[in-house]
């Protein structure tokens, strides 16, 4: 079955670019969807098809998708940026995925 | 605007059933795949299942066949997901999710419902 990794943990400093990367076997095949989670929230929507972002979703939001790593990248973090960040893709044999999560601290 | 609004949280015995039920609103029912998602007390999202409020159809993970069903009323905009055999670990918040048309994505979630197997 198709399996996604990301680092549990990621710290960044406030106005610095955050990366959270997200590894599966030629994911770069496949559409990749970035969900952000704050503490006692339903998860957000942040981008989509690798590269879109729904409405409402600042600019500094943005992904990539290639080989086997996609990553979601954010710009100028903010403190209200903290929070829990999932992968998730669609795969023919293992169906609807997500990763285990990568929890974005703002220094 | 769209929204999602699930039933309210439940406490049931191990070996009992749980149905939740997330009534949508907004947006035309039908027209778009309702999903179950859940999270477990400090762990991550885990895909259950999906229903196409259109046609009754439904998929669902591995883990789930055989323990979990998906229905929907349409004349009421509702899906249901319903649990059965509940284990001490099915503890955990269940989500509703609306598909995000033309993508495989999920583009509003509902507030969630807490159930506790105790």
């Known amino acids: 079955s198709f399996v996604l990794t990301q680092p549990p943990s990621v710290s960044v400093a406030p106005g610095q670019t955050a990366r959270i990367t997200c590894g599966g076997n030629n994911i770069g095949s496949k559409s990749v969807h970035w969900y952000q989670q704050k503490p006692g929230q339903a998860p957000v929507l942040v981008v989509y098809d690798d590269t879109d972002r729904p409405s409402g979703i600042p600019e500094r939001f943005s992904g990539s998708n290639s080989g086997n790593t996609a990553t979601l990248t954010i710009s100028r973090v903010e403190a209200g940026d903290e929070a829990d960040y999932y992968c998730q893709v669609w795969d023919s044999s293992s169906d609807w995925m997500f990763g285990g999560g990568t929890k974005l601290t703002v220094l | 605007q769209v929204q999602l609004v699930q039933s309210g949280a439940e406490v049931k015995k191990p070996g009992a059933s749980v149905k939740v039920s997330c009534k949508a609103s907004g947006y035309t029912f039908t027209v778009c795949y309702m999903h179950w998602v859940r999270q477990a007390p400090g762990q991550g999202l885990e895909w259950m299942g999906w229903i196409s409020p259109n046609s009754g159809g439904t998929d669902f993970s591995q883990k789930f066949q055989g323990r979990v069903t998906m229905t929907r009323d349409t004349s009421i905009s509702t899906a249901y997901m319903e649990l059965s055999r509940l284990r001490s670990d099915d503890t955990a918040v269940y989500y509703c999710?609306?598909?995000?048309?033309?993508?495989?994505?999920?583009?509003?979630w509902g507030q969630g419902t807490l159930v506790t197997v105790s």
């Open positions: 999710a609306r598909q995000l048309v033309g993508a495989t994505a999920i583009d509003y």
